[in-house]
């Protein structure tokens, strides 16, 4: 196995580009395909303020050192959601990759700041644990974003998120998400540009980059998403990139090429039919109501949760 662009031993073979590659190759083409995406979608410059979500998880990581070995100036951002031992050990990882490099990382931890965490906090607000922490993430980005004067925030979802997410949404038709899946969604209304600088790369490239260029990061997935739609839809699609190499990538591509602006644009008619938007009365978050979805389930989330006692208890009134 040889490597395509200088013929010395080859450490991976990449079969949807048909060609392998030395780890000097390799790691390149990881660089410019990330270089390829921020200009495409015109994600950002090099004197914006950026700021990237990192879990500890390879993505984040990688894209981390990528971006700092372009040039980028990239501060880091970790939530801690009280998700046991993996939470404990995610950000460790964290810790050490900014041990080793001249970064700055800011930690909101939401046990200690907010007084809820994710498997606790998502029962008390009759949530899915993955809906809480997402909205929960959601926020805080936000949030630390505009606190911190940043001008976009970065996060490491892969291709293989994306193309994920498009399958749930193109099986269920949901033209309104549909029309948001761009891997750059604009500033506006009082929200920070985000933008998605892997969409070009799968998990399998992140893992190996990580492996070859020494990141240590959380190898297990959130105990909370296993079994969950999500990695349902990732697995068929791994089905079908076995038999047909190059399937996510064209199936995600084709969609932007194609078709996501005939979503988007009709996404901005409804634009005019919904509520204005107005600060929230608890934390200042631009919102729809008077109270943003945050601050209700911090609020329902930190209120007691009455012990089940078994099946004869009497069932104990909540005030939810
Ligand atoms: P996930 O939804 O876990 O696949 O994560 C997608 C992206 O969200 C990651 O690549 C990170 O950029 C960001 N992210 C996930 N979890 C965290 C966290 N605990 N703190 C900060 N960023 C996160
Ligand atoms: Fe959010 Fe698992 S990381 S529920
Ligand atoms: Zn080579
Ligand atoms: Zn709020």
Not at 125 to 146: E, I, N, V, Y
Request: glycine residues 8%; proline residues 5%; hydrophobic residues 35%.
């Amino acid at each position: 196995m040889k490597c395509r662009v200088c013929r010395e031993p080859a450490v991976i073979d990449l079969r949807r580009h048909n060609a392998n590659f030395c780890i000097e190759h390799f790691l390149r083409l990881c660089r410019d395909q990330v270089a390829k995406a921020i200009a495409e979608h015109d994600m950002f410059a090099p004197e914006d303020r950026i700021l990237i979500a990192v879990s500890g998880g390879k993505d984040s990581l990688a894209l981390w050192d990528i971006l700092l070995d372009m040039g980028y100036q990239v501060d880091g951002l970790y939530i801690g959601l009280g998700i046991g031992e993996y939470s404990e050990q995610s950000v460790t990882y964290v810790e050490k990759f900014v041990e080793s490099r001249d970064v700055n990382l800011r930690i909101i931890d939401l046990p200690t700041e907010y007084g809820y965490d994710i498997p606790s906090g998502s029962r008390a607000a009759k949530r899915t644990p993955c809906s809480a922490c997402g909205l929960s993430k959601r926020h805080l980005f936000d949030q630390a974003a505009t606190e911190g004067g940043y001008d976009v925030v970065v996060t490491g979802h892969n291709l293989d998120d994306e193309a994920a997410v498009l399958l749930g949404n193109t099986l269920r038709w949901q033209s309104d998400y549909l029309g948001r899946q761009k891997p750059v969604l604009p500033a506006g209304h009082g929200f920070p540009r985000k933008v998605k600088p892997l969409v070009r790369l799968g998990e399998r490239e992140m893992a190996a980059y990580c492996v070859l260029t020494g990141i240590d990061y959380i190898v297990d997935e959130c105990p909370k998403a296993v079994g969950n739609k999500h990695l349902g839809y990732k697995e068929v699609l791994n089905l079908l990139e076995a038999q047909s190499p190059g399937s996510k990538h064209d199936f995600y591509a084709g969609f932007l090429a194609r078709a996501v602006d005939r979503f988007a644009s009709a996404e901005d008619e409804t634009i005019d039919d919904r509520p204005a938007l107005r600060p929230c009365t608890a934390c200042g978050a631009p919102c729809s109501s008077e109270v943003c979805a945050f601050c209700r389930l911090v609020e329902r989330a930190t209120q007691d949760v009455p012990v089940k006692l078994g099946p004869t208890a009497k069932k104990e009134p909540t005030s939810l």
